[in-house]
């Protein structure tokens, strides 16, 4: 079994100040308060931070994103990141790990499993309140919280790994985060990835960035890996699952969209870049 152990450094999103767990309440020394939800999670992203009235996945993309990586499609991927978590870290000594757009949790969860006797602090935080409500309902070994990579609810150096996987990076707020030596874990397409259904949807593709970006600031690279791996999926349930979950869904056209959903079958090369910066 896993050691899971309560995420300890949740901050105040209004002013940063550190939250203590009262009850059923989230409560700092300003007398701000939050509420846990019957299900587990709290709701750290004050209306004034928010772009819009419901921010991030819908309901239906998240339960699209749920089938296929319940399907295991995207395994490969899971155990590729949970090495990287665990690949310099000391046995015996506490994780504090945040998933910076978690989703529905998948891989919150595969890491999880794959700590053995590791001890872990799991943050799982993500914009869409129906990603983290479906998170929290599925497992309660993380802290779930909704939230932004722009303001993260998280005290300044306390992080030792935070995951950033096909997401959206905010490095000042990671940088701020991490502990010094603490690392950040990029997952991004690589130029093939999915390239099969991409040459169905757009008319032409673009030409393929031939290296990886710099390190960000505040960041040294330890690693960059390249996974590749091929994806048989039959049946157009599952390629419109696939789709949902991609920006493909809102760049392609109509007629690509249109083309897509006329597939009842397609053959995919995974190609993913998996970058391990070390916090300066």
């Known amino acids: 079994m896993s050691r899971i152990t309560p995420f300890q450094t949740l901050a ?3 002013d940063g100040a550190p939250l203590r767990r009262d009850g059923a309440t989230w409560r700092c020394a300003s007398g701000h308060s939050f509420d846990v939800a019957a299900d587990g999670h709290v709701h750290l992203l004050p209306v004034q931070f928010k772009r819009s009235r419901d921010p991030g996945d819908s309901k239906p993309m998240v339960a699209a994103r749920r089938r296929f990586l319940e399907s295991g499609a995207y395994a490969p ?26 989703g529905e949790g998948h891989y919150l969860r595969r890491l999880a499993d794959a700590a053995g ?3 872990l602090e799991l943050l799982g935080l993500d914009i869409s309140k129906w990603a983290v409500q479906a998170a929290a309902r599925r497992d309660r070994r993380a802290a779930w919280v909704v ?5 993260l609810p998280v005290l300044s150096g306390t992080l030792d790994r935070v995951l950033c996987l096909f997401g959206f990076p905010v490095y000042a707020e990671f940088v701020r985060v991490l502990r010094p030596g603490g690392e950040l874990l990029q997952v991004d397409a690589g130029p093939d990835h999915l390239r099969e259904l991409r040459e169905v949807i757009y008319p ?6 031939t290296s990886g970006p710099p390190a960000p600031e505040g960041f040294t690279l330890a690693a960059c890996d390249t996974l590749r791996f091929g994806l048989h999926l039959d049946g157009a349930e599952r390629i419109a699952d696939l789709l949902a979950m991609t920006p493909h869904l809102y760049r392609a ?4 969209r249109s ?5 009842t079958a397609i053959t995919l090369t995974a190609d993913v870049r998996l970058a391990r910066y070390v916090r300066d």
Request: hydrophobic letters at 45%; one cysteine or more; aromatic letters at 2%.
């Open 147 to 151: 939230g932004t990579n722009a303001r």
């Open 77 to 102: 991927i899971a155990d590729a990141v949970a090495g990287a978590v665990f690949a310099s870290a000391a046995p015996d000594r506490p994780l504090a790990c945040l998933d910076a757009g978690c």
């Open 259 to 263: 083309r897509a959903a006329a597939l």
């Open 253 to 256: 056209s109509a007629e690509g």
């Open 204 to 209: 032409s593709l673009r030409p393929d960035r």
């Open 117 to 119: 006797e590791r001890p």
């Open 12 to 14: 105040c999103p209004l």
